[in-house]
T-cell receptor
Framework: GEDVEQSLFLSVREGDSSVINCTYT??????LYWYKQEPGAGLQLLTYIFSNMDMKQDQRLTVLLNKKDKHLSLRIADTQTGDSAIYFCAVGSNDYKLSFGAGTTVTVRA | KAGVTQTPRYLIKTRGQQVTLSCSPISGHRSVSWYQQTPGQGLQFLFE???????NKGNFPGRFSGRQFSNSRSEMNVSTLELGDSALYLC?????????????FGPGTRLTVL
């Protein structure tokens, strides 16, 4: 099956940029997602990118996709305390499911 | 549009009992997926339904089952509950399926098995 890996923790100072990285194995993936989960809540769709794109920008969020290296990243500009959460990388494949990474816990310090 | 809704939000059951969880997708969405989230295993795929047909099932024992109704609402059932079934159960919906459309998640049902 699909393997999705991401680093577990990231600590960033308020106002700095955060970069969360993710690698995956299935080259047939068509949709690649970033979800945010706050304590006690479900998954909030942050952004997504099609596999035929290299980059997508959405306000403070920038997603970069390197298909050759199967590497996906999420950059959050001007990180705020409200950005403290767990961020999941997810990859959609042709068998009607998403495969998730373990999640990166982002802590924003003042 | 209303988002994905799940009921109940919290459940406490004892070992050996069974439980049914419900999910109402976003209006117009025909694909519903279920995931189990635990601290140890992370997010794991349970099953996906489209137009009342199960198109894929994850690696879970037969105690886990689901179905989808003609209005796209879905239920999942867990029989003979075990302590390890304690988890957050998340439902997600999309127009045609997670491979081709953006998938939106509900708030989850937190199941505690005592």
């Amino acid at each position: 099956g699909e393997d999705v890996e991401q680093s577990l923790f990231l600590s960033v100072r308020e106002g700095d940029s955060s970069v969360i990285n993710c690698t995956y194995t299935d080259s047939s993936s068509t949709y690649l997602y970033w979800y945010k989960q706050e304590p006690g809540a479900g998954l909030q769709l942050l952004t997504y990118i099609f596999s035929n794109m290299d980059m997508k920008q959405d306000q403070r969020l920038t997603v970069l996709l390197n298909k050759k290296d199967k590497h996906l990243s999420l950059r959050i500009a001007d990180t705020q305390t409200g950005d403290s959460a767990i961020y999941f990388c997810a990859v959609g494949s042709n068998d009607y499911k998403l495969s998730f990474g373990a999640g990166t816990t982002v802590t924003v310090r003042a | 549009k209303a988002g994905v809704t799940q009921t109940p939000r919290y459940l406490i059951k004892t070992r050996g009992q069974q439980v049914t969880l419900s999910c109402s997708p976003i209006s117009g969405h025909r694909s519903v997926s279920w995931y189990q989230q635990t601290p140890g295993q992370g997010l794991q795929f349970l099953f996906e339904y489209f137009s009342e047909t199960q198109r894929n099932k994850g690696n879970f024992p037969g105690r886990f089952s689901g179905r989808q109704f003609s209005n796209s609402r879905s239920e999942m059932n867990v029989s003979t509950l075990e302590l390890g079934d304690s988890a957050l159960y998340l439902c997600a919906s999309s127009l045609e399926g997670p491979s081709t459309d953006t998938q939106y998640f509900g708030p989850g049902t937190r199941l505690t098995v005592l």
